[in-house]
T-cell receptor, first 115, second 111 residues
Framework: AQTVTQSQPEMSVQEAETVTLSCTYD???????LFWYKQPPSRQMILVIR????KQQNATENRFSVNFQKAAKSFSLKISDSQLGDTAMYFC????????????WGAGTKLIIKP | ETGVTQTPRHLVMGMTNKKSLKCEQH?????MYWYKQSAKKPLELMFV???????ENNSVPSRFSPECPNSSHLFLHLHTLQPEDSALYLC??????????FGAGTRLSVL
């Protein structure tokens, strides 16, 4: 069975610093998708970034980028120039391509950006 | 505004009550989902509907009863809940199962 592990329950950094959140997953499949979602105190789960496993190039969205290491089954999220509004829970999620739409979620990392 | 609206935002109910959670999506998606989010645990997928047909039921107790009258609306009917059912219930929608868009959830407390 697929699993997703986020080994950092909580992290805090100063505003403007760079922070990396780790995520590892376990699967025997070759075709899948990986996601990072953000959940601020407002509770709205928001997609941060998405990666297709067949793409070697790491996905990037403005200040957010990933380091996708397929062989190591690692999918870390880097936030550059962190802002107070980045304070949130961050969840890593995995979806097998033929999974009937089922996302497998990690337990989350609480990220606090300090002024 | 993400296009997925959940009501109510908060709900307190007794163990013998019957209540319903509502979700509406304005994104034209074909799939809708119910999740349960408990503290310090991964999100638990409860139900998946694709074109109004239930495609997944992940061993959810019968005291939770979903209803999907059309592709835009999803309900979760609650009956005879237990205190351990207290959680945040999230609704999501997607087109063809890829990127899921979420509502803000209903915070449920069972007394």
């Amino acid at each position: 069975a697929q699993t997703v592990t986020q080994s950092q329950p909580e992290m805090s950094v100063q505003e403007a610093e760079t922070v990396t959140l780790s995520c590892t997953y376990d699967t025997s499949e070759n075709n899948y998708y990986l996601f990072w979602y953000k959940q601020p105190p407002s509770r709205q789960m928001i997609l941060v970034i998405r990666q297709e496993a067949y793409k070697q190039q790491n996905a990037t969205e403005n200040r957010f980028s990933v380091n996708f290491q397929k062989a190591a089954k690692s999918f870390s999220l880097k936030i550059s120039d962190s802002q107070l509004g980045d304070t949130a829970m961050y969840f890593c999620a995995f979806m097998e391509a033929d999974s009937n739409y089922q996302l497998i979620w990690g337990a989350g990392t609480k990220l606090i950006i300090k002024p | 505004e993400t296009g997925v609206t959940q009501t109510p935002r908060h709900l307190v109910m007794g163990m013998t009550n019957k209540k319903s959670l509502k979700c509406e999506q304005h994104l034209g998606h074909n799939a809708m989902y119910w999740y349960k989010q408990s503290a310090k645990k991964p999100l638990e997928l409860m139900f998946v509907y694709n074109f109004k047909e239930q495609t997944e039921n992940n061993s959810v107790p019968s005291r939770f009863s979903p209803e999907c009258p059309n592709s835009s609306h999803l309900f979760l009917h609650l009956h005879t809940l237990q205190p351990e059912d207290s959680a945040l219930y999230l609704c999501a929608s997607s087109q063809d199962g890829n990127i899921q868009y979420f509502g803000a959830g209903t915070r449920l407390s069972v007394l």
